[in-house]
């Protein structure tokens, strides 16, 4: 070998005369070529990738629930004349509650049974698919024999029923009907839905394989809550009683003093209720009916066409049938986002157990995907729910 090439070669010097040529000549093509066409994406977008989503759903027993409450405070905290705990002083837990849940007043069953002057409800309606009800139905819990947050509120007698009329209003449970959300049935992954409910005849459930689809409801008598933030307190929690520190004006809060009016949906009209608590001291939290009118229609949302009877009916029906549980909302926002989105590809499995478990669709399958997508919703609706736990770290 001839040494005279090894010790003449310098790498950095032929790097350099390489680059300049291929420089020179890129520079002479580009000079006699026409201007081109500028890509609208950068170069690295330019090949697409199908996204993949994968969804891992909390299918523990709470998801089965109605009530999903804000942050606010107990009734207690407002009223000093709450049975079982009347008086002046401080009433609640110190801090605003944040469970999820309602308290409101035991019912009638309550007693030795249920040492604790409320009851937390979890349910609004009872129905004989509530996966809770393995541990009594009723206006309260069974403290001691099994978990505490089985009551419903349609157990209650009526005036427990609507003492906490924050139940019913989405300001503050946010899984309650709102008027101001229009209500659809859910999506079947092929662009399709599935049909409105029937406001006479609404079902618990509307998958046919569901214990609740045979669980058949007349809604006339609807009652929903519109929340008027009208009060708030001084300080940093509301007092009760002698020293109770109500004032005038919102605080964005949801108050138990606050005014509201209740809406009542008949068979042929809406009834609507303005309540007010105008009381001081011991009397401050003490509910008053100001002016009750019937009307056939409702105001239009942010100044459209007024909403008929028919109309507001329907809304009420989706609402009920498809989206009143934690468990409904969810499976409402997972078929919309397959439906909108059918090129995507999807997997789906719950954190409780193997099944249902559906694997995304495999690199030689093309888009769309149809017929995965609606075998995956038809898999997630057709779940059987059951009471069990939250087992985050598994899941």
């Not at 405070?73 to 110190?94: F, I, K, Q, S």
């Not at 999506?187 to 609740?212: E, H, L, V």
Request: include cysteine; aromatic fraction near 14%.
């Amino acid at each position: 070998m001839n040494s005279k090439y090894v010790t003449d070669f310098n790498p950095d010097r032929l790097t350099m005369r390489l680059a300049f040529a291929l420089l020179s000549g890129a520079m002479a093509t580009i000079a006699q070529a026409a201007p081109g066409t500028l890509a609208n994406s950068p170069l690295y977008l330019v090949q697409k990738t199908t996204p993949n989503i994968f969804f891992e759903v909390d299918d523990s027993g709470s998801m089965d629930w109605e009530v999903l409450t804000k942050q606010h405070w107990e009734p207690c905290a407002y009223d000093a004349n709450y049975p079982g705990l009347p008086g002046d002083n401080d009433c609640g837990t110190g801090e605003p509650s944040f469970e999820g849940m309602l308290q409101s007043l035991p019912g009638p069953d309550g007693g030795a049974a249920y040492p604790l002057p409320y009851s937390e409800f979890p349910y609004i309606y009872n129905n004989a698919d509530n996966i809770y009800n393995l541990y009594g139905v009723g206006c309260t819990g069974t403290w001691g024999t099994g978990p505490f947050y089985t009551p419903n509120l349609e157990s209650c007698p009526l005036d427990i029923r609507y003492y906490e009329w924050r139940a019913y209003t989405a300001a503050l449970n946010v899984l309650y009907y709102n008027p101001a959300v229009t209500y659809e049935p859910w999506k079947n992954g092929d662009g399709t839905s599935m049909p409105n409910a029937n406001f006479t005849s609404t079902r618990s459930n509307p998958i046919s394989t569901q214990t609740g689809y045979n669980a058949v409801r007349d809604l006339t008598g609807f009652v929903y809550e519109e929340w008027i933030d009208s009060r708030g307190f001084d300080g940093t929690r509301p007092t009760r009683g002698s020293g109770a520190n109500k004032k005038d004006g919102g605080n964005g809060l949801v108050d138990f003093w606050d005014d509201h009016d209740r809406y009542t949906i008949n068979a042929s009209d809406i009834t609507i209720e303005s309540f007010e608590y105008k009381g001081v001291g011991k009397d401050a939290a003490v509910m008053q009916k100001i002016k009750t009118k019937t009307v056939n229609e409702l105001p239009g949302i942010n100044g459209g066409s007024p909403i008929s009877l028919a109309e507001v009916k329907q809304n009420i029906a989706n609402w009920y049938q498809y989206h009143r549980r934690r468990s409904f909302a969810a499976k409402a926002a997972i078929a919309k986002v397959i439906d909108d989105n059918p090129d995507f590809r999807y997997g789906f499995n719950i954190i409780n157990g193997a099944t249902p478990f559906v694997e995304m669709p495999t690199a030689t399958e093309s888009a769309p995907f149809i017929s995965h997508n609606t075998g995956l919703l038809q898999s997630f609706f057709g779940h059987n729910w059951q009471p069990k736990g939250t087992p985050s770290e598994a899941g």
